[in-house]
């Protein structure tokens, strides 16, 4: 590698360094939550994220923040008890669960995904109400957008080394 190429790729590290760091959540392009009330049954919950083709529900008490479900929820809490059918929400999901704040910055967030082990987590307002809800997923959108040639490039099959068009076939 000469010192030009090295040169390229440590202020291209900069730069992806950079902007996770100075990105805030309000960057992101988030989905609008869908909610269920702690009294939702567990199935209609399912049927809910499948009709929206998300991973999680915010849960409402009262008009606010009570938990959230994910589909690791349901397989670690439902799928094998015989009374699945009658479940309800409050039963499985996750109490006051972390929350970030839209102006938290996505490093901020990746951490506190990292570190709990979370694939969701819901996102407040200054009032504490629920506004959204920022996923892995939107933070790989982010990355990729970062740097799409190297990404949306890449081979079909990882064996071969380069790809023989720009979508990646």
Partial sequence: MSSGDFNDAMRERERIEGTI???SIRDLDLRTPV???VDTAVHEAVQAMRDHHIGCLLVQEA???AGIITERDILNRVVFLNESRSLRVGDVMTRNPETLSIDDSVAFALNKMSVGGYRHVPIINYRGE????????DIVALLVELFPAKVLNLPCDPARAIARDTDGG
């Fill in 35 to 37: 909610f269920v009330r």
């Fill in 21 to 23: 760091l100075q990105s």
């Fill in 130 to 137: 629920a506004i959204g809800v920022v996923s892995v997923r």
């Fill in 63 to 65: 008009g606010r923040l």
